[in-house]
């Protein structure tokens, strides 16, 4: 919304960088990634990209209140062999807007 644009407002993440090792193809890797509001405005996540179709993120969509937090599960599904980076940006209200999350590991 034209709302979510203007007003900015901050984020943590407890996580930027995942490390999923090696693991096997049939293996689907699952990690959450905690977003908190911490600024003064409520957080609009208005958009999550990956960088390929075997990297989904599911997140709940309402509007994050100041000092509340909402939760990213990143699923990951290999669709060759070898050592992979796959990047996630997070599209939101604040100055560092996308934020980039990214994920690694071997797939064997």
Request: glycine share 4%; net charge negative.
């Amino acid at each position: 919304t034209a709302e979510s644009r203007k007003r900015m407002t901050t984020l943590t993440a407890d996580k930027q960088y995942i490390d999923w090792g090696s693991f096997r193809q049939a293996e689907i890797q699952e990690e959450k990634v905690i977003l908190t509001n911490t600024g003064t405005d409520t957080l609009y996540i208005n958009a999550i990209e990956s960088s390929c179709e075997c990297t989904t993120v599911q997140w709940a969509d309402p509007p994050v209140p100041p000092g509340e937090c909402t939760t990213l599960i990143i699923h990951f599904r290999a669709e060759e062999k070898g050592e992979f980076e796959r990047f996630i940006h997070v599209h939101c209200n604040v100055p560092e807007s996308p934020i980039e999350i990214s994920v690694k590991g071997k797939v064997q």
